[in-house]
């Protein structure tokens, strides 16, 4: 890890101990990005680029079109190119100056940037989306509510709409990091999203981080 990354992590692991403390454990966010002054270099995950096999994922799936939401959307750049490809975007972030940040970045874009909770959505989003995406926020959510936040993911879905879902696995090698992110159970996985069929579980590697087991999944309503 470099010296910069090792510092913002340290930062970031003080912010979420210290909401976890106060039983708020999704605070720390908003004072991460609200404390970066704008530089993504204070934002561990912030890519500022599609995730690569969102995009594959995306492309092998040309069925998949419509109204997408894009679940703690961060920095926009995942929303950004689905609505480059042909989506109607809606993108939401509990951090308002995350969705300050993305507006700002974006200003002629087509994504409508919201303010939201997963754990308390507008209504009219239920049964409203051909496809939702989450990119590690599942695994950056306490493990107390991390099952309400997935069943409110899988209520977004409309009757033929998809989950696509990308973040740490729980593999068999130990990593000596305190969390968050905290890895995810394939078993854990696989029983979510109640009423959707799974459609592909796949495990991989980055290339700058090989000590760490990922995932992509994706499911999709299963029809009666
Ligand atoms: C690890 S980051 C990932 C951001 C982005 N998806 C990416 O891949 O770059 C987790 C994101 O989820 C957001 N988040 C966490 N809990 C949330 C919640 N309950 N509702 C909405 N967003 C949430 C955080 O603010 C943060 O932007």
Same mark, same amino acid.
């Given at each position: 890890?470099?010296?910069?990354?090792?510092?913002?992590?340290?930062?970031? /692991?003080? *912010?979420?101990?210290?909401?976890?403390?106060?039983?708020?454990? *999704?605070?720390?966010?908003?004072?991460?990005?609200?404390?970066?002054?704008?530089?993504?270099?204070? %934002?561990?995950?912030?890519?500022?680029?599609?995730?690569?096999?969102?995009?594959? $994922?995306?492309?092998?799936?040309?069925?998949?079109?419509?109204?997408?939401?894009?679940?703690?959307?961060?920095?926009?750049?995942?929303?950004? $190119?689905?609505?480059?490809?042909? +989506?109607?975007?809606?993108?939401?972030?509990?951090?308002?100056? =995350? &969705?300050? $940040?993305?507006?700002?970045?974006?200003?002629? =874009?087509?994504?409508?940037? %919201? #303010?939201?909770?997963?754990?308390?959505?507008?209504?009219?989003?239920?049964?409203?989306?051909?496809?939702?995406?989450?990119?590690? %926020?599942?695994?950056?959510?306490?493990?107390?509510?991390?099952? *309400?936040?997935?069943?409110?993911?899988?209520?977004?879905? @409309?009757?033929?709409?998809?989950?696509?879902? &990308?973040?740490?696995? /729980?593999?068999?090698? +130990?990593?000596?990091?305190?969390?968050?992110?905290?890895?995810?159970?394939? !078993?854990?996985?696989?029983?979510? +999203?109640?009423?959707? !069929?799974? %459609? @592909?579980? #796949?495990?991989?590697?980055?290339?700058?981080?090989?000590?760490?087991?990922?995932?992509?999944?994706?499911?999709? #309503? #299963?029809?009666?």
């Amino acid at each position: 890890m470099d010296e910069k990354l090792a510092e913002v992590r340290e930062r970031l /692991l003080k *912010l979420s101990e210290a909401a976890e403390a106060d039983g708020e454990p *999704l605070r720390w966010f908003e004072e991460l990005y609200g404390g970066a002054n704008r530089d993504s270099d204070e %934002i561990p995950w912030a890519r500022m680029e599609p995730h690569p096999k969102m995009v594959e $994922w995306v492309a092998r799936q040309p069925s998949v079109r419509g109204r997408a939401l894009v679940v703690g959307c961060g920095l926009g750049d995942d929303a950004e $190119w689905l609505s480059g490809v042909g +989506f109607e975007v809606v993108a939401f972030d509990i951090s308002k100056s =995350s &969705i300050r $940040w993305c507006r700002e970045r974006f200003p002629k =874009s087509d994504v409508e940037y %919201i #303010t939201a909770n997963l754990l308390a959505p507008p209504e009219d989003w239920l049964n409203n989306f051909d496809l939702v995406v989450e990119i590690h %926020i599942l695994q950056a959510i306490p493990d107390s509510i991390r099952n *309400l936040a997935a069943e409110c993911i899988r209520s977004f879905l @409309n009757d033929s709409g998809h989950v696509l879902c &990308i973040g740490r696995l /729980l593999g068999d090698r +130990f990593l000596d990091e305190p969390p968050p992110p905290w890895p995810l159970s394939r !078993t854990w996985l696989e029983g979510r +999203f109640e009423g959707l !069929t799974m %459609i @592909n579980f #796949t495990n991989f590697v980055n290339e700058e981080s090989p000590e760490v087991d990922r995932y992509i999944a994706s499911w999709r #309503t #299963t029809k009666a």
